[in-house]
């Protein structure tokens, strides 16, 4: 077991779930991408038969306490959203990076969907078309947000 | 490894339909029953490090930002008031000096009444450089009506006469201007005298008053109506001096005047006529003078 690896994970995850409830402005807050998905994807991707579903469901369980949204909501979002990825991990490891952000892009859009769906009714989030720029940004960030855990599961031989 | 393949993803998918039906659950849990309650509360107790940890440069950069609004705000808002400071002074500035010519004017006014007289304000424009030779220009000349000899007087006193006119000013000698002469009387004693200009804008002279008259200081000097200029009674002069001279058939006499004639703004033109008589002693005046 590399207790070592968990570890870095657990803290990226962490930090991840930090940076989505970080206090930030209102500008910034309609442009912060889902930190929690893209490290989460990362891992699934680099690591599918280690950092799987359960992660995912227990981070999604988190990020419903910390974003203070329906307990399960982002559990199931990222328990699907997971299983797109693993499913076809092994295809989505040969795209390059931007066509990774393309289908990071898609991912983050259902999900920001799935929420309005879900909770759209409870707290009137009017649907427009901004709400889907987090999405956009998410997509953007991937790329960055790829290079550095590679970094650090290379660093420290993860998986 | 296609076997293997599928497998795992036939477990994959398992696990992801299980957790999602326990997802769902969840949600419908949540939503109706209050047990959650506690689950929510406890794993918020185990992330609020994290959440503090990772808030905390996010928090010192908004108070940072907030602190340089309020700063720039302030800054702004100083401008403003300093601004508007500077409006306000020039304002009050201008409120009194209206507030005082709002005073002579009124007091114009009451002198005005009180006379009885038809009267016309003017406004001073111009003085005389000469020290020697004390004149004004005011904004009426003989378009308004204003003739040489008319009588010129303010809420004080006497100022001076009308020397000479143009279409639109005209120019007034003032009683301190050594070629006036005005006859007076001493308002207490009715000892009657001339006074005359010094040149000294402060002062004048009291002549021809017989020694042994009865005159003191402070004693106010009033028109005698004689030279048919001024009208009766009007204020010209205080005593300001008596010397009794032994050998001198008069007093040497000074005063000053009441007006204070450097200071003047607005005077009032008398006409010589009393109000509804227009062939009074004012066409006397006006052929009779120079």
């Known amino acids: 077991m590399n207790w070592g690896g968990h570890l870095v994970v657990a803290l990226t995850l962490a930090i991840a779930l930090g940076l989505s409830s970080a206090p930030v402005g209102e500008p910034v807050a309609l442009l912060w991408p889902d930190w929690v998905l893209l490290t989460l994807a990362y891992w699934c991707l680099a690591a599918p038969h280690r950092y799987g579903l359960t992660l995912a469901f227990v981070t999604g369980l988190l990020q419903d306490v910390t974003a203070a949204t329906l307990l399960g909501l982002h559990a199931l979002i990222y328990v699907l959203a997971m299983y797109v990825l693993i499913a076809n991990h092994l295809r989505l490891r040969l795209m390059p990076l931007w066509m990774q952000s393309m289908v990071i892009l898609g991912l983050a859009g259902l999900s920001v969907l799935l929420q309005f769906w879900v909770e759209g009714p409870a707290t009137d989030l009017s649907a427009n078309l901004w709400a889907l720029v987090p999405a956009v940004t998410t997509a953007l960030f991937w790329a960055p947000i790829f290079l550095c855990l590679r970094y650090l599961r290379l660093h420290f031989a993860i998986a | ?290």
């Open chain 2, 1 to 290: 490894m296609g076997f293997h393949s599928a497998a795992r993803h036939s477990r994959t998918g398992l696990s992801a339909l299980v957790l999602g039906v326990l997802a769902l659950l969840l949600m419908g849990a949540d939503s109706h029953f209050a047990w959650t309650r506690y689950v929510r509360g406890s794993i918020l107790t185990a992330l609020y490090p994290i959440q503090r940890v990772a808030g905390t440069p996010f928090q010192l950069a908004e108070t940072l930002q907030q602190e340089v609004q309020r700063h720039i705000r302030v800054y702004q808002e100083n401008e403003r008031l300093r601004q508007r400071v500077q409006r306000l002074r020039l304002q009050t500035q201008e409120l009194q000096a209206l507030h005082r010519e709002n005073r002579r004017l009124r007091e114009l006014l009451n002198e005005a009444e009180r006379l009885d007289r038809q009267v016309a304000a003017a406004q001073v424009i111009a003085e005389s450089p000469d020290p020697f030779h004390h004149t004004l220009t005011v904004t009426r000349g003989g378009s308004h009506g204003s003739y040489t000899g008319q009588p010129v007087i303010n809420a004080d006193g006497i100022v001076g006469q009308v020397t000479a006119t143009s279409p639109l000013t005209s120019q007034i000698i003032l009683i301190t201007d050594p070629n006036s002469a005005i006859p007076v009387l001493v308002r207490d004693s009715r000892v009657r005298g001339i006074l005359t200009g010094t040149g000294d804008r402060d002062l004048l002279k009291l002549r021809y008053v017989p020694n042994s008259s009865n005159v003191s200081v402070g004693d106010v000097l009033v028109t005698s109506g004689m030279g048919q200029v001024f009208p009766k009674g009007l204020k010209a002069g205080r005593v300001d001096q008596v010397v009794r001279e032994p050998h001198s058939p008069f007093l040497e006499v000074t005063a000053r005047p009441t007006v204070p004639v450097s200071k003047l703004e607005d005077v009032l033109l008398l006409e010589q006529e009393a109000r509804g008589d227009p062939n009074g002693t004012g066409s006397v005046a006006r052929n009779g003078a120079p």
